[in-house]
């Protein structure tokens, strides 16, 4: 069992910045790649990014690459994500998953289904 609790959400003017935070308790850490996604209200949660048990490998949705970061702390079992440039169209509610069915994996998936644990998510608002 993992339990994920995300933090860090608000309400930000365009071209602002935000990080969000996600804390995990529970099986190791560690051993997991993590994602960040996103819904917004009447689309489909869609890939923000993920990140590698070791965090040294990333992947990025073309629509955040370049003004987002995705980064861990094995040492305080937090995922963070850092929002630079944010656009109106960045409104969503934020999600961080685990996939604890691939321990160790070099490479992290995209796919919501690949990902087995959810936190509850938290808001993020950009106004224009």
């Known amino acids: 069992q993992v339990l994920l609790v995300e933090s860090g959400g608000g309400l930000v003017q365009a071209g602002g910045s935000l990080t969000l935070s996600c804390a995990a308790s529970g099986r190791t850490f560690s051993a997991y790649a993590m994602g960040w996604f996103r819904q917004a209200p009447g689309k489909e949660r869609e890939f923000v990014a993920a990140?590698?048990?070791?965090?040294?490998?990333?992947r990025y949705a073309d629509s955040v690459k370049g003004r987002f970061t995705i980064s861990r702390d094995n040492a305080k079992n937090t995922v963070y994500l850092q929002m630079n440039s944010l656009k109106p169209e960045d409104t969503a509610v934020y999600y961080c998953?685990?996939?604890?069915?691939?321990?160790?994996?070099?490479?992290?998936?995209?796919?919501?289904?690949?990902?087995?644990?959810w936190g509850q998510g938290t808001q993020v608002t950009v106004s224009s």
């Open positions: 998953a685990a996939d604890t069915k691939r321990p160790y994996s070099s490479m992290p998936y995209t796919t919501n289904g690949a990902y087995d644990y």
């Open positions: 990140i590698s048990w070791s965090g040294s490998s990333t």
